[in-house]
Structure formats: structure tokens, C-alpha cells
């Protein structure tokens, strides 16, 4: 996982995450797993959000900050809906409670 890659600006930065980069961030790695699932012809969406993982000491309210930004995939399951299929690697996942904030 690693943030502040640079891309050649003449070519699509999934398609040079796929083939030459050895790392990406949440957006590339769910980028590519939306696109992965449906080429097996499962129908995927690709998700962005909060990971909450703070509560806020005056309510029952989530704090969501920016470093709790994350994206992630949803795929079709016939009998269960929308399920979370989760590519990034653990290390760039935010730290994460029971709830999931999502905008």
C-alpha cells in the first residue's frame, strides 16, 4: 500500500497500476477489483466513504476525519444483495469499528 505514486500522464493510471506498479492505494486496488468481478460477468460497483472508527464523546454520532476516507467494492450476490468484497491490502485499510459511515 502506498500513496503519491506517479503515473505517466499519457497512459491510464489503472492500466499501469495492473502492469507495472508493485503498489497502489484503495482507489486503485478498487478500481481494479470492480473491473476484475465484472469481467467474471458479476455485477460490482466501485464504493467510496468512511471508515469510522471514532465515536463522538457528545452523542451517538461517528467522527469521520480524512484519514478515514477509504474505497472499497460491492458486488450483486443472487440471494444475499449487495455484499463488501475488500481488495486493498490490510495495511491500507483505516482502522475500523463495528459501523460503516458511507456518502
Not at 500500500?1 to 508493485?22: A, C, M, N, T, W
Amino acid at each position: 500500500y502506498h500513496v503519491g505514486i506517479e503515473f505517466d500522464l499519457e497512459r491510464d493510471p489503472l492500466v499501469q497500476f495492473l502492469d507495472k506498479k508493485s503498489h497502489g492505494h484503495c482507489e486503485l486496488f478498487a478500481s481494479a477489483g470492480t473491473l476484475a468481478l465484472r469481467r467474471l460477468g458479476m455485477p460490482a460497483r466501485y464504493v467510496t466513504g468512511f471508515l469510522c472508527a471514532e465515536r463522538n464523546p457528545w452523542g451517538d454520532l461517528w467522527v469521520a476525519r480524512a484519514l478515514h476516507a477509504h474505497a472499497w467494492v460491492e458486488y450483486l450476490h443472487p440471494e444475499r444483495g449487495w455484499q463488501v468484497a475488500e481488495f486493498t491490502p490490510a495495511s491500507g485499510v483505516p482502522a475500523r469499528s463495528m459501523a460503516t459511515c458511507r456518502t
